[in-house]
C-alpha cells in the first residue's frame, strides 16, 4: 500500500486532535473534572450557552457553558464534563 499525501496529511491531523483531547482531559482531570459522557448539541442559545442530549438517557440539559473554542450547532458531538454533578456541567472537545 503506498501512502500519498493526503493520507499521511490526514493520519497527522487525526493524531493530533486524539493527543489533543487525551491531553485535555488528563489535564481537567487534575483539577477534579470528570468526563462523564458524549453529547448531542440539540441547541445553541442566544448567549452562547447550548443545550445538549445524552445519547442513552435522551434526557436534555440545558444552559451548558460551551469551552470547545469552537463554534457548535445542533447535530454536534461533544464531551461533556462535570465538576461533581450536572448542575455547574459544561461542553468540551467537540467530536468530529
Known amino acids: 500500500m ?3 499525501d493526503i493520507d499521511i496529511i490526514k493520519a ?3 493524531y493530533v486532535e486524539r493527543t489533543t483531547r487525551r491531553i485535555f482531559r488528563e489535564e481537567f482531570k487534575k483539577l477534579g473534572v470528570l ?3 458524549s453529547a448531542i448539541v440539540e ?3 442566544a448567549d452562547g450557552t447550548v443545550n445538549v442530549t445524552l445519547p442513552m438517557e435522551e434526557e436534555v440539559i440545558q444552559k451548558l457553558k460551551n469551552k470547545t473554542n469552537q463554534t457548535l ?3 454536534d458531538e461533544v ?3 462535570s465538576i ?3 448542575s455547574n456541567a459544561f461542553v468540551g ?3 468530529k
Open 93 to 95: 472537545v467537540a467530536k
Open 12 to 14: 497527522i491531523e487525526y
Open 79 to 81: 464531551y461533556l464534563y
Open 43 to 45: 441547541s445553541v442559545n
Open 2 to 4: 503506498i501512502l500519498n
Open 84 to 86: 461533581r454533578s450536572l
Open 35 to 37: 468526563c462523564t459522557n
Open 73 to 75: 450547532s445542533a447535530g
